[in-house]
């Protein structure tokens, strides 16, 4: 069984500051993990993927996500928040190849204040 | 590519009535996901598809809901009879091995159903 928890339902930022979404994940396999981000009335739209490799992975919109074995984590960070970066954002997990079974958390809500 | 196309974007229906939501995937996509949005339970998977065939519907919550694939371009999930409860948005997704980008899926916009 796999299973996904994000620290923190709301997240709020001052514009140019830090974003820090965090993510942990328990599986008894290798996982492969992802982050989605959700606007207002859309679809998930993917932003970035590990699977395998270097295990900083670097996304869309300045995103980039380091995959922790030894934690177990795999948080989602940006330098500097936009605006427009104020969305719901969430880390999913698979540990099937065929990427089918996807486990996701359930939700940071981001937002950034001017 | 128009990406995933899903409709109605809204439904409002009374208890009881039947209720279908429509989906088309992505153009040469070989699987297709019905996920459930609700703010208490979050994102669940409900069924998905491998080549119009059904996979794995243990996300289905009863016998009320039934999905279907009739060809690679289209997908419907009915429920029948409906109940309050099952007020939620509905999206549908759609990914393709054979691309070699199985692991990313595509999403729709989604359906938000309420039903009263």
């Known amino acids: 069984a796999q299973s996904v928890t994000q620290l923190g339902s709301h997240v709020s930022v001052s514009e140019g500051a830090l974003v820090l979404l965090r993510c942990n994940y328990s599986s008894s396999v290798p996982p492969y993990l992802f982050w989605y981000v959700q606007y207002p009335n859309q679809g998930l739209q993917l932003l970035l993927k590990y699977t395998t490799g270097a295990t900083l992975v670097k996304g869309i919109n300045g995103f980039e996500a380091e995959f922790k074995k030894s934690e177990t984590s795999f948080h989602l960070t940006k330098p500097s928040a936009h605006m427009s970066d104020a969305a719901e954002y969430f880390c999913a997990v698979t540990n099937n190849n065929a990427g089918n079974m996807l486990t996701f958390g359930g939700g940071t809500r981001l937002m950034v204040k001017p | 590519d128009a990406g995933v196309i899903q409709s109605p974007r809204h439904e409002v229906t009374e208890m009881g009535q039947e209720v279908t939501l429509r989906c088309k995937p992505i153009s040469g996509h070989d699987y297709l996901f019905w996920y459930r949005q609700t703010m208490m339970r979050g994102l669940e998977l409900l069924i998905y598809?491998?080549?119009?065939?059904?996979?794995?519907d243990s996300g289905m919550p009863e016998d009320r809901f039934s999905a279907k694939m009739p060809n690679a371009s289209f997908s419907t999930l009915k429920i029948q009879p409906s109940e309050p409860r099952d007020s939620a948005v509905y999206f549908c997704?759609?990914?393709?091995?054979?691309?070699?980008?199985?692991?990313?899926?595509?999403f729709g916009p989604g359906t938000r159903l309420t039903v009263t």
């Open positions: 997704a759609s990914s393709s091995w054979t691309s070699g980008k199985g692991l990313e899926q595509y």
């Open positions: 598809f491998n080549n119009n065939v059904p996979i794995d």
